[in-house]
């Protein structure tokens, strides 16, 4: 099966600037997860949805990001305006569910993202 | 809130040698404990994952220990090879929530031939 597709791959923006991020997730995963990675650090989780609809985004700094998934499939995640420290890896992973059937989360590429 | 400490953050071994990666947590109810494999510039990949109800798993060369009471659990690589160099991570995934995952910091494994 497909995986996670994400685009871009990488962006490079001046601060102040914004810029918005791409996921579409494996077909039939109703879970789809937003994750921030810091160079040298593990994924921390920015914003979950559970098909259309947002189970837990109390990670995101929602001053300046926000994301949405409107038709429960494809998802985008946005920063305005962008910080020097937001600088990273932004990887977007897939799950079927959340169930106990459904644990496994599967990541996609992720877009590293360069604020100068 | 719900943390995960990992070490060591790096680990270095000869080929043919076994690696261990330790992780604990904080959530004593964290059901689910996922290992990944990330390289250079790839996706984390997942490679071995645990449930509570359960105290060890293994397959092929790879196998991952839980141990509920000291909050901890393990992961072991034996007979290392080259291609297992990469940065490994662990996660918990804690009581509530929606399938919630936090994540260790990382270990970067180096395996020389």
């Known amino acids: 099966e497909a995986g996670v597709a994400q685009s871009p791959r990488y962006k490079i923006i001046e601060k102040r600037q914004s810029v918005a991020f791409w996921c579409n997730p494996i077909s039939g995963h109703a879970t789809l997860y937003w994750y921030q990675q810091i160079l040298g650090q593990g994924p921390k989780l920015l914003i979950q949805f559970q098909n259309n609809g947002v189970v837990d985004d109390s990670q995101l700094p929602k001053d300046r990001f926000s994301a949405e998934r409107l038709k429960g499939v494809d998802s985008t995640l946005k920063i305005q305006p962008a910080k020097l420290e937001d600088s990273a890896v932004y990887l977007c992973?897939?799950?079927?569910?959340?169930?106990?059937?459904?644990?496994?989360?599967?990541f996609g590429p992720g877009t590293r993202l360069t604020v100068t | 809130g719900e943390n995960v400490e990992q070490h060591p953050s790096t680990l270095s071994v000869q080929e043919g040698d076994s690696a261990v990666i330790k992780c604990t947590y904080s959530d004593s109810a964290s059901n689910y404990f996922p290992w990944y494999k990330q390289e250079l510039g790839k996706r984390p990949q997942l490679i071995i994952d645990?449930?509570?109800?359960?105290g060890e798993k293994k397959d092929q060369r790879i196998a991952v220990t839980l141990n509920k009471t000291a909050k901890h659990f393990s992961l072991h690589i034996t007979e290392t090879q080259p291609e297992d160099s990469a940065v490994y991570f662990c996660a918990a995934r804690p009581s509530g929530g929606y399938n919630k995952l936090i994540f260790g910091a990382g270990t970067r494994l180096a395996v020389h031939p």
């Open positions: 645990i449930r509570s109800n359960v």
């Open positions: 992973a897939s799950s079927l569910g959340s169930g106990a059937s459904s644990y496994e989360q599967y």
